[in-house]
Every structure is written in structure tokens, then in C-alpha cells.
């Protein structure tokens, strides 16, 4: 059995810092990544393989990952692939020098940057940005956001507003309406809404979802944007 991958961070970090997801088999280039980029402003979840990043990606959302090519069992690449179909999320790989072939069938898939090994820590940081920059578009403004009647919920920063009011979030709630955000119009199943074994029972979902249709829907108990789907799990619908 894969161990759990392991939140690390810094503290403080801003509410809107990005949250990466690091992917390498070797623990030290693992170790170092995750260091460097949380003393950079992001927030770092970190795997050493593709088993223990489907974990974290069952209960939490990122705005980036870092995958690297090379690792036993399923490849960086057919990660790359999946996450590509599933969540369209950006996506960094990491490449020995001499894998020409596995850069041009990353970029075939769809990945938005890959740089070699070794490589210079600055400019990795570089490319990671620029790849978030993309992402928020040619005005280089706020980034995505999804409304749900008077509700807005702004996907990069995590903030929830009703008008001008803004909705404090706990952070599982944010973790969970980024994951809805990103599928929404698709059903997510109940098991990927579980992040450990303390959230990850029915009860335990069906409170959490409960306390988050209270902070997005104008009437819980008749929900209109986030909704059960009988037998697979919730949707979420926008305006």
C-alpha cells in the first residue's frame, strides 16, 4: 500500500497562494521541490508516485502539478494524460536530457511546459508562473470565477462572495467547491471527496456538503447549484 502523501507547508502563506502537486519517486529532488516552492509562496502537497497523487487528488485541488516522467509503476506521462482528460489541470513534467521522445509525447498530450534534469531552481520557478499566468488569461486579471446565483466563488484565491459580502470558507470547504469548480456540470463521485479516514465515511460527506450548500445556496434544503446525484455522488451547476 502507497503511503499517504504528505501536506507540507509554510506558515504564513496567503490565501491565494497557488497549490502545486510535486510528483517524483526520487524523495530527495521530492524534499527539495517542495522546500523551495513553499519558501516561494506556493502550497505543496508531495508524492512519490502516481498512486499516492490519485490519493491526494481525491480530496483536495491544485492549480498546478509537477510531474515527473519517470517513475515505477504508471509513468508521469499516463498521469499526465488522465489528469489532462479529467481536470484539464496545467501541468509541468520533469525529463532527463535525453528523453527527447517523452517531451514531444507530453506536449502531444497536451502538458504546458517540461524542463530537464538537472535544472536551475530559479528557473523552474519561472516556468511554474508563467504557466499560471497563462491560465488567468490575456488580461492578466483575476482568473476564473463561477457564479451560482448571487454567489461567486473566485477559484484562484479560494473567496466566496454574496455581493460584497465575503463568506469566510474553512479550508476543507474551499478544498472541496475548487474540486466541484473545476468538474462542474460533472458528477464527482463520493470517494473522491474523501481526504483521510476522519472525512472520508458517507456521514461524514454528506455533513460536509450540507455545511457548504449553506454557504452557496439561497435555499439548503432545496438545492439548486450543488445537487446529489443518486447512486455516483454531487454536481455542481454555475449561471
Known sequence: MSERPQLKRTEPLADDAPHILVVDDDHKIRDLLARYLMENGFRVTAAADAAQARSALRGLSFDIALLDVMMPGESGLDLARDLKLRLNMPICMLTARAETEHRIEGLEIGVEDYIAKPFEPRELL???KNILR??????????EEVRMGPFVFHVARGELKRDDETIKLTERERDLLRLFAQRRGMPVQRHELANDENTGSDRAID???NRLRRKIETDPANPVYLQTVRGKGYI???D
Open 207 to 209: 455533513v460536509q456538503i
Open 134 to 143: 497563462r491560465g488567468q488569461g490575456p488580461s492578466g486579471g483575476s482568473g
Open 236 to 238: 455542481l451547476y454555475s
Open 126 to 128: 519561472l516556468r511554474l
